[in-house]
């Protein structure tokens, strides 16, 4: 079921704890995204808070928000860039997406399978997607004060899995999120600080959100049937059947006696009187 944007707008843009998990998550994005210059960046979902850092270099960013959570103007004082759009029919060209960023797209949506199939669509050769979602065993998906509290939590390999079966390839992985979900001064101040400790341990037990580098899987293209005639085994003599051990040298020979008659100079022997 997907949050409604007023909530999830309040969460990352009016609230100190949101605004720090806007940055944990957008720090590790950029540590894996360092730069888009020159290509089409999106994301799905609500996406927009970590879409900031490539307006100025890429060439066209997009924030698709689907339909049943609703959609906001962004970015603001900048010209809009927000879609709304069906939550498995997106607005796109096939292939035209370079980066793709969900984060509070899959793990809401009743059709995980189809909102992969059109991730996968809209990816262009050599795209690559960033799959942001709440780490089943992390604190942040255990309450329901924060947007990563409600939804479809993951463990690391459940999300590997279905990436897989989508026709993703996992390249790399990451965690966010190491402080618990409190607005308590003492671990919003010290959040930076935890945030480096935790890239230090096990990101699947500690980390409250999962985020998976994935890249789109293309496959060779096959022409038909031409595998099926290079399969098949030649026959040019098909139907002739293989000769008695003896055969060849008594047919030889007749081919030579027989053949005597046609060579120049030579006559029958007349019969014996």
């Not at 704890?17 to 894996?32: F, N, S, T, Y």
């Not at 603001?76 to 997106?90: I, R």
């Not at 996992?170 to 409190?182: G, K, M, N, Q, V």
């Amino acid at each position: 079921m997907h949050l409604d944007v007023l909530d999830l707008r309040n969460f990352y843009y009016r609230t100190p704890l949101g605004r720090v998990a806007q940055k944990a998550i957008r720090d590790q994005m950029i540590a894996l995204w360092p730069e888009a210059q020159g290509q089409t960046v999106a994301g799905f979902g609500f996406a927009v808070p970590l879409l900031r850092p490539y307006l100025s270099t890429a060439r066209r960013v997009i924030g698709l928000m689907p339909a049943p959570q609703g959609v906001m103007a962004w970015p603001a004082g900048l010209a809009n860039v927000s879609v709304l759009c069906e939550e498995v029919q997106w607005p796109l060209d096939t292939g035209m997406v370079d980066k793709l960023v969900l984060m509070h797209g899959l793990d809401t949506s009743e059709h995980p399978t189809a909102v992969l199939d059109e991730c996968r669509r809209v990816l262009g050769p050599g795209g690559r997607a960033i799959f942001i979602v709440p780490n089943r065993a992390g604190l942040w998906a255990r309450r329901d004060v924060t947007p990563f509290g409600f939804g479809r939590p993951y463990t690391l390999g459940q999300l590997d899995a279905q990436l897989r079966r989508a026709g993703f390839v996992p390249e790399r992985h990451l965690a966010a999120l190491y402080i618990p979900p409190t607005s308590r001064r003492f671990w919003l101040r010290s959040a930076p600080m935890w945030e480096r400790i935790g890239t230090r341990i096990s990101s699947a037990l500690a980390g409250g959100v999962l985020m998976v580098e994935a890249s789109k899987q293309v496959y060779a293209p096959t022409r038909p049937g031409l595998a099926a005639a290079v399969r098949r085994p030649l026959r040019v003599l098909e139907g002739a059947a293989q000769p008695a051990p003896g055969a060849v040298a008594g047919a030889s020979y007749a081919g030579e006696m027989s053949g005597l008659g046609t060579r120049p100079g030579l006559s029958r022997a007349a019969p014996a009187r």
